[in-house]
């Protein structure tokens, strides 16, 4: 079995791919960091006794994830599990900021997992396991001050999730949406807030081993985890 992690050179994206190496499965990892990727694979290869290929690609461009899933389909890979993990969060009240700034984030959050589905959806429908996990956000459900245009890309992630669902279930393909809140990664480098309250990367990554290990016949449709203290 075969998982493809986005955005898993670090923080969620990496706790998501030890978790899953755990688990047996082979890696396919794709995120900007050419250095952090390669450093990784060749840890979480030796460690775990699986195979890891990378590539390094902007996932804001179009053009790149185009080359990267149609180089996949032409190889004849395999794609078992699809994680949609790559995101970008940018602070900023909708009404002051700049209108590039959703479609930075839309660009990430929401089209290049729309577009990496889409384009391995043959390599999916052809798994006898096919599972789709995208990571959404508790922003998802529930928008907070100065961070409008992330929440709206969240919004349309788990909207673009709950129609996917529909869509694979005659295909047998299961389709899960998780929602974290904070969790400590380097995106909350600097803040001065103690560690107890946040939620640890590692556990996101045991969630999603935990939706993969499902049987067949059943689904975590959607999954909320927060720090024990709330949201921050």
């Known amino acids: 079995m075969v998982a493809l992690i986005t955005g898993a050179s670090r923080g969620l994206g990496l706790a998501i791919a030890e978790a899953l190496a755990q688990e047996g499965l082979d890696l396919i990892l ?3 960091n050419e250095t952090l990727l390669k450093e990784n694979s060749t ?4 460690s775990y006794g699986i195979s890891v290929n990378v ?6 461009n179009q053009e790149q994830i185009d080359q990267a899933c149609q180089s996949l389909l032409d190889q004849g890979s395999t794609v078992d ?7 970008n969060f940018l602070p900023g009240a909708m009404m002051e900021e ?4 959703l479609d930075d984030l839309w660009s990430v959050n929401v089209k290049a997992a729309y577009t990496i589905t889409k384009r391995l959806w043959p390599a999916l429908v052809q798994s006898p396991r096919a599972h789709v996990v995208n990571i959404c956000s508790t922003a998802s459900r529930m928008g907070y001050p100065a961070g409008g245009s992330y929440a709206v890309t ?3 992630l788990l909207g673009f999730s709950e129609s996917l669902r529909l869509e694979g279930r005659p295909l047998g393909i299961r389709v899960s949406s998780v929602l ?9 480098a600097g803040v001065d807030l103690p560690e107890e309250r946040f939620m640890k990367a590692s556990d996101v990554g045991a969630v999603v081993r935990q939706i993969w290990q499902l049987n067949q016949s059943a689904v975590i449709e959607d999954i909320t985890l927060r720090p024990l203290l709330g949201d921050i």
């Open 55 to 60: 590539t390094a690609l902007d996932l804001s």
């Open 30 to 32: 794709w995120s900007r």
């Open 81 to 87: 599990l699809l994680v949609n993990n790559a995101g």
């Open 43 to 46: 840890r979480l290869a030796q």
């Open 98 to 101: 700049s209108e590039s700034q």
């Open 154 to 156: 969240k919004h349309a």
């Open 180 to 188: 974290p809140g904070a969790a400590l990664t380097d995106s909350w």
